[in-house]
Antibody, heavy 118, light 109 residues
Framework: EVQLVESGGGLVQPGGSLRLSCAAS????????MNWVRQAPGKGLEWVSY????????YYADSVKGRFTISRDNAKNSLYLQMNSLRAEDTAVYYC???????????WGQGTLVTVSS | QSALTQPASVSGSPGQSITISCTGT?????????VSWYQQHPGKAPKLMIY???NRPSGVPDRFSGSKSGNTASLTISGLQAEDEADYYC?????????FGGGTKLTVL
């Protein structure tokens, strides 16, 4: 059974940093492309970032480009999102999701809440 | 990366059929057959219901179907059931990124 478990969320001040993690199990993590998708409270879904299976290809939404960094450690079956220069508008539940460059998001974690507030 | 356009809400009675539209442009929905649909119950993670316009993952009831015409994709749910009440989101590939619709709240009367 595919399992994705996010962690690392919490309360952070504007301008601060946070690192999210996603622990994957139940599938061959190193063979799959991964994404981060977020959802602001009461709002819709927003794709944040994509990373290829090897980590060699990475894309970001314009809203986070230059501030967020996606990475993965295939030996540890883990996906990461380093978030710097956080803003109030980054407040959201962050989900990690299995999904290809073109394709759908097949599996989702339960999400971790990031709150940016002073 | 403008969001795709979905109706804010739709409703239907048990047993009826409803259709949710998802309108984009030739740069996203109209340009690729990579439209997917997600169901999200309150407080839960989204669940994939339709991929590549009209394909159902294993385990998704055949009451759920998808289609596309031009720049508009559609999700149809037939034989509505109480457990179908949820938010539904469409998504499309677009030039090195993905874009979602604003979401549609389905109410089963």
């Amino acid at each position: 059974e595919v399992q994705l478990v996010e962690s690392g969320g919490g309360l952070v001040q504007p301008g601060g940093s946070l690192r999210l993690s996603c622990a994957a199990s139940g599938f061959t993590f190193s063979s799959y492309e991964m994404n981060w998708v977020r959802q602001a409270p009461g709002k819709g879904l927003e794709w944040v970032s994509y990373i290829s299976s090897s980590g060699s290809t990475i894309y970001y939404a314009d809203s986070v480009k230059g501030r967020f960094t996606i990475s993965r450690d295939n030996a540890k079956n883990s996906l990461y999102l380093q978030m710097n220069s956080l803003r109030a508008e980054d407040t959201a539940v962050y989900y990690c999701a299995v999904g290809g460059y073109y394709a759908e998001f097949d599996y989702w974690g339960q999400g971790t809440l990031v709150t940016v507030s002073s | 990366q403008s969001a795709l356009t979905q109706p804010a809400s739709v409703s239907g009675s048990p047993g009826q059929s409803i259709t949710i539209s998802c309108t984009g442009t030739s740069s996203d929905v109209g340009g690729y057959n990579y439209v997917s649909w997600y169901q999200q119950h309150p407080g839960k993670a989204p669940k994939l219901m339709i991929y590549e316009v009209s394909n159902r993952p294993s385990g998704v009831p055949d009451r759920f179907s998808g289609s596309k015409s031009g720049n508009t994709a559609s999700l149809t749910i037939s034989g509505l059931q109480a457990e179908d009440e949820a938010d539904y989101y469409c998504s499309s590939y677009t030039s090195s990124s993905k874009v979602f619709g604003g979401g549609t709240k389905l109410t089963v009367l």
